[in-house]
Structures are given as C-alpha cells and as structure tokens.
C-alpha cells in the first residue's frame, strides 16, 4: 500500500486498510559467519526513562499474553513517542519488550500497575535477537 521501511507506519496501514498490498523480502541464506561475527543471536537489553509526572500517556499498545514482560505492539502519540524523537540510537521499537518498571518485574499485571503511577518510570526492555539483526528502519 505504497509504506515501507517505518515498521510502525506499516503496522497502522495494517490495521487501517482493508486490503493489503505486500511485498516480501526474504533472505535466503546468510553465512553462519556473519551471524557469529554479531551480536545477533542474543537479545539486547537496555533501558529508557519516562516522565509521567506530567500526566501525558505513554502512548503504546501492549500484548499482556507472556508471562515475563509486556510485549509493545504499536507506538502512538505520547512519551514513548517523544523518547524516540530524543534518543534515535536508542528507540523503543514495536516488538519490544517492557521487562521490569521501577524495579518491578517478573509479573504482567505488576509492571502495569507501575506504569499506572504519575512518577518516573525507570524501564528496563529487551528487544528480540531479529529485531537487533534486522532494522528496516532507515530504509
């Protein structure tokens, strides 16, 4: 439907259209070499700080499904947004995953709740080995 290289502009045109237009890519082989040379078969962690002392929302849609973190399925409008413009070596991607909020982690519905409050929110997310090997982004 004439969206690429946005991974989140490409989601909402999912979501929007009723009929869809896709071109592939696939790789088909890649040399063992070049994946042991990386760190694409580990996920990455890292971390992002969120104010939301001023009420704003964090704007992401979350999978509340696994057990071990919240799963981010689509980026909107709010401070998830506004760290990504602030940070673009660092952006917070659809297919993350919020691991632990202000030191909460390991239960779903327990890292929700932090997420809830009006304070800084200290998260610690991890983003899956594919997501690492494979940035569409500036494309």
Known sequence: NGICGDADALINACKRDGVLKLKVRRITKVPIE???SCNALTEDEFF???DKGSGTSLGIGVDRKH???LLIDS???GLVEDW???N???RIRVGDMIMEVNG???DVEAIIEECKKPDILRCKLKRPALLTMFDFSAE
């Open 67 to 69: 057990t071990d973190g």
């Open 48 to 50: 992002a700080v969120l």
């Open 84 to 86: 990504n413009a602030s």
């Open 75 to 77: 980026i909107d409008a």
């Open 88 to 90: 673009p070596d660092n």
């Open 104 to 106: 909460v982690s390991g």
């Open 34 to 36: 070049a994946l042991s």
